[in-house]
DNA sequence: GAAGGCCCGCTTTTT
DNA sequence: GCGGGCCTTC
């Protein structure tokens, strides 16, 4: 156990303050998750409401969440979660008053929207042709930036009927209002219509929002910097000027979702102006080394803060040949560290489990991956929230035919479905004649399976169980792949069915879709993650790899400059600022290019400051 | 208007 | 490293 340390005087002004609209104003390391779960913990003893605790990231839940395990039912007194889940339980409870008869599937896949832009399209006449005759990088770049254009104007909640009034391109109109019906016609959203629907739902239904509102007691946000319109909005819904007792708890020097049109100006402007918040700052930094603070200080100087602690630390910038001897500089440093047993600035014994190592993002760990599996050190990537990347063909046509299964009209995953099992696509056909169809023994029987599934789900453990042990494959390797996808997705199960009362399939996938059922917390071995999945969460020992300049600060920020190097910056203040004790630093000086040849590198341009003091 | 030369851009990040 | 787009030149 750790040692319980005493809340600071501010910090104990937060969990203490009285009813009304909080603004927490807390640098990173100043203990701002502890002073979450106090304030909540505190605010219990008051009320026999709920309290919503609202979050970004579902790791962010977990963390609050394991910190309040020991107050009796708290599953019941707490909604805790992102935004996107909280809208999920809104519209799976009252749905129906903007016309769902029942909850969508929620499509999270990029590629699932992409499909749908395309499809779009081509049913827009007056781009169909032009579109059909780029080549394939320019129709890429084309259905992204419709893709972005759908997100935008959602996220900007403007009504359907207004998008003409948003840009000048009628072709983006008529493809919109496409997407919006192909969504439609396979009774989907996407994570944009969670939000912008229950906004919907509480503006056109005072009621069902006042519903919300007196049954809880209070509302906390955690990183607010993330906060983006549609959130805002929502929140402003939901309160209606009435409710204010409001705790947002953020920095804005961690604000790094700008692309997802987060500011934090909500936190900063709106809810400073519209709520009136007291405004506490948490400025001590408890946490982190004196190396790791005046590092982080370096990269954002405006971040001012006490350092908290007395431990020295270590803050090291490594420049390597290329990104393998850069991997493998990381692995000889983890073993080194993991030989060293103890030192005197870490408690407790040094163990895999301490060690982070961030980066940019995901191709960077290519190198590493791969070396840490030759040497056998345990790993964890953390992986992008959403559901199961199966890695077996059968568990992928498991996902696809349960999607179709749940939900009759999904075509777009139907038709992946013949893909996959290569038969001829055959429309109003459903899963049970398409099972008719196959030859192959073991997809035929995956299929089956899926049909026997019960709705609740009850018996998907029993089933896949019987599956694995009645599996007669020669291939070694094939049969360790279904074999891990299965346990993964009875992990998920586990961690859905353990929450859930009213258990459903549908559920679960959606569920699943909004990263609900990762196994996020207990794992074992080094973490690997980008800097964006590992928000307020802090390692001992921290790595930051692929330092090298246009890969962190990316290429395309640093062409388009302004709030997007401002981002940048913070991103990496956020991952400097996970480090707890040491922090190392590297950067490959070529790198292989995706082409295929070496490009000479340069050290990212936020290290440059550093040059003399290394 | 055809040929040749030069430059640009290639894989983000999450719910 | 390579294809596409855009420019220059005859």
């Not at 204010?244 to 700008?258: A, R």
């Amino acid at each position: 156990m750790t040692t319980v340390i005493e809340l600071s005087v501010n910090q104990t002004k937060i969990v203490y303050a009285e009813n009304g609209p909080i603004y927490v104003k807390a640098v990173a390391g100043s203990g701002k998750t502890r002073v979450l779960t106090e304030r909540l913990r505190y605010l219990l003893t008051k009320t026999n409401k709920k309290i919503l605790a609202l979050t970004f990231t579902n790791k962010a839940g977990k963390e609050i969440e394991e910190r309040l395990t020991n107050i009796p039912d708290i599953k019941n007194r707490v909604f805790l979660g992102t935004f996107h889940a909280f809208c999920q339980s809104i519209l799976e409870n009252h749905g129906r008053l903007i016309g769902l008869a029942q909850m969508p599937h929620i499509f999270e896949e990029e590629s699932d929207r992409l499909e749908l832009v395309e499809q779009a399209i081509r049913q827009t006449p007056s781009c169909s042709a032009k579109y059909k005759n780029q080549d394939i990088k320019k129709q890429k770049n084309f259905r992204y930036g419709v893709l972005n254009f759908i997100s935008k104007i959602k996220r900007e909640l403007i009504a359907d009927s207004d998008v003409g009034n948003h840009t000048n391109d009628e072709n983006l109109v008529l493809i919109y209002h496409n997407y919006r019906g192909l969504l439609h016609a396979q009774n989907a959203i996407d994570f944009d219509d969670l939000l912008k629907l229950t906004y919907t739902l509480l503006v056109d239904h005072p009621k069902t929002a006042a519903l919300y509102r007196r049954s809880f007691f209070a509302i906390c946000i955690d990183e607010a910097q993330d906060l983006n319109n549609a959130q805002y909005q929502l929140l402003r819904a939901l309160t209606n000027g009435e409710f204010t007792n409001i705790m947002m708890v953020g920095d804005p020097n961690q604000s790094i979702y700008h692309f997802n049109g987060s500011s934090a100006d909500y936190m900063d402007r709106h809810f400073v102006n519209d709520f009136h918040p007291v405004v506490i700052e948490l400025s001590e930094n408890y946490c982190s080394s004196k190396a790791v603070l005046t590092s982080a200080i370096k990269i954002i100087p405006e971040a001012e803060y006490i350092a908290g602690t007395v431990k020295k630390g270590i803050f090291q910038i490594h420049a390597l040949d290329n990104e393998e001897t850069e991997a493998q500089w990381v692995v000889d440093k983890i073993n080194a560290l993991i030989a060293l047993k103890k030192h005197n600035d870490i408690e407790g014994p040094i163990t895999y489990e301490k060690i982070a190592v961030l980066a940019r993002n995901r191709y960077i760990f290519l190198s590493l991956e791969t070396q840490l599996k030759d040497e056998n050190l345990p790993f964890y990537y953390k992986m992008t929230p959403g559901g199961i990347q199966f890695e077996s063909d059968l568990m992928v046509i498991f996902d696809l035919a349960l999607r179709v299964r749940l939900n009759s009209q999904d075509s777009l995953h139907k038709k992946r479905l013949f893909t996959s099992l290569k038969i001829e696509p055959t429309a109003n056909t459903n899963l049970k004649n398409i099972s008719l169809q196959i030859t192959n023994e073991l997809n035929k029987n995956i299929l089956l399976l899926v049909l026997k599934l019960s709705e609740d789900g009850n018996n998907l453990k029993q089933l896949l169980g019987d599956f694995k042990d009645n599996l007669r494959i020669q291939d070694e390797n094939e049969k360790n792949m279904i074999f891990k996808d299965i346990d993964e997705l009875l992990k998920h199960w586990h961690n859905y069915a353990k929450n859930t009362d009213n258990k459903s399939l549908h559920q679960f996938k959606n569920s699943m879709a909004l990263g609900r059922t990762h196994p996020l917390i207990h794992h074992s071995g080094i973490t690997l993650s980008t800097v964006h999945t590992m928000k307020g969460q802090e390692f001992d020992i921290v790595f930051v790899i692929g330092m090298d300049d246009e890969t962190f600060p990316d290429y395309r920020a640093v062409r388009r400059g302004g709030i997007e190097m401002t981002q940048e910056k913070n991103n990496l203040y956020v991952a400097f600022t996970r480090a707890k004790r040491f922090l190392y630093v590297t950067w490959p000086q070529k790198r292989m290019m995706p082409w295929g040849n070496y490009k000479i590198r340069n050290i990212s341009r936020f290290l440059k400051i550093f040059n003399e003091s290394i």
